[in-house]
């Protein structure tokens, strides 16, 4: 008896496109669709693939919504590949291998967020770098439609030819890893700061500030001061993290909570005010903004989280927290301060509550602890003087013609002058007990008001 090998087809049917190459499919979803898969033996793709979005065959016409696991593997002789409207998943090391790859044809970009990829192989941008909307039109500025809602995880992944990213208003989350790796990106575009805030961000790579840096208002407007509209309730975690154009920050009245990672490695923050309306600031919400020297924690503070404030020694540190809650402190590996911060920063508490910090965990590793009396507060680092007498704010030891500007914890302008003979008041409307911002060129300094 002689035994014959039995070939097995790994397909189902095949269909010559109009350009003349093959592809083979599975029928999917209970035949009622078409998944791409592999011919098998030692065949492979290569070329220029496009997979057309609905097939015929035997005079039935169904639409082609999977590219199936590994059904590119290892076809390094293949060059392109167009992506139609119609798929909706591509499984588990679809395009491994494909180190030939150079570029990724996609006409619908709200169809390819949607897409649910199976891992980082599956997507073809892992190898080919480069996104197109047809043959010969690179996408370098990436617009996400207001329609989009989702971006899906690892969507962009390794795309290092996007240069920048307007994300749409409609979008509230962005997956694991969608922009990991696209080193080319240099603006993310945000035209609805409020929106923006709201996006939930599924961990590092899944943010494209981690590698652009820069937000933009629009094409040629770069956001350096930031505005946090009074709408705002929430600053999801990862918001503006690795920002390093922002040099300022005022958080608007209505926000309750600053999540983690929120601003964190924001490099050109000096300083920052968390208003009264905040009750919660994430894990390491502010960690490693090296460029800090001072931060005012609103009274409505109940928790903070690990790490908050760790990786940057921040010299002056305001607390308005009447009654103080437990922190961690300098001996822990979850601080949330820095242990030079813990040393060597002065912490300003309201009036009367010193013994209370100093009995409280965490707070009491503070070596300075100081009150806030009479509404008087130094800036040692520029031997200024600044006082609040009537509702009025004077501030003594600047330069001739500096400009000094003071605000309200909601970021409403109360008053401005330009000092001379290195001194200037400015009248404003602010109540007694109310906390002033008083800007300083570019330096800050909150002050009670008496």
Known sequence: MILLPLVASAHDIEVQNADGVTIYYNYF???????????????????????????????????????GGSAFDNCYKLTSVTIPNSVTSIGNAAFSGCSGLKKVIVKDIAAWCGIKFGGLESNPLYYAKHLYSDEDTEITNLVIPNSVTSIGDTAFYGCSGLTSVTIGSGVTSIGREAFWNCS??????????????????????????????????NEDTEITNLVIPNSVTSIGGSAFVWCSSLTSVTIGSGVTSIGDGAFEGCPGLTSVTIPNSVTSIGRGAFSGCSGLTSITIGSGVTSVGNRAFDGVDIPTIISLIENPFTIKGKTSNFRTFSQNTFLNATLYVPKGTIDKYKAT??????????????????????????????????????????????????????????????????????????????????????????
């Not at 098998?40 to 005079?59: D, L, R």
Request: hydrophobic share 35%; net charge positive; glycine share 12%.
């Open 184 to 217: 080319g990106l240099k603006k993310v575009i945000v035209k609805d700061i409020a929106a923006w805030c709201g996006i939930k961000f599924d961990g590092y790579g899944s943010n494209p500030l981690e590698f652009a840096r820069h937000i933009y208002s």
């Open 361 to 450: 965990d965490g707070w009491k590793d503070f070596l300075f602890i100081e009150g806030i009396t009479n509404g008087i507060a130094n800036i040692p680092a520029q031997a200024v003087l600044i006082q609040s007498v009537g509702g009025s704010i004077k501030v003594q030891g600047v330069d001739e013609g500096t400009q000094v500007n003071v605000y309200s914890t909601n970021g409403t302008q109360a008053g401005s002058a330009i000092s001379q003979s290195g001194a200037a008041t400015i009248n404003t409307n602010l109540q007694p007990g109310s906390i002033a911002i008083v800007k300083i060129g570019q330096k800050s300094v909150k002050v009670a008001i008496k």
């Open 29 to 67: 979803n209970n035949g009622t669709e078409l998944e791409v898969t592999f011919r098998g033996g030692s065949y492979q793709y290569q070329g220029n693939v496009a997979i057309p979005e609905e097939v015929t065959f035997m005079n039935r016409t169904r639409k082609v919504t999977s590219i």
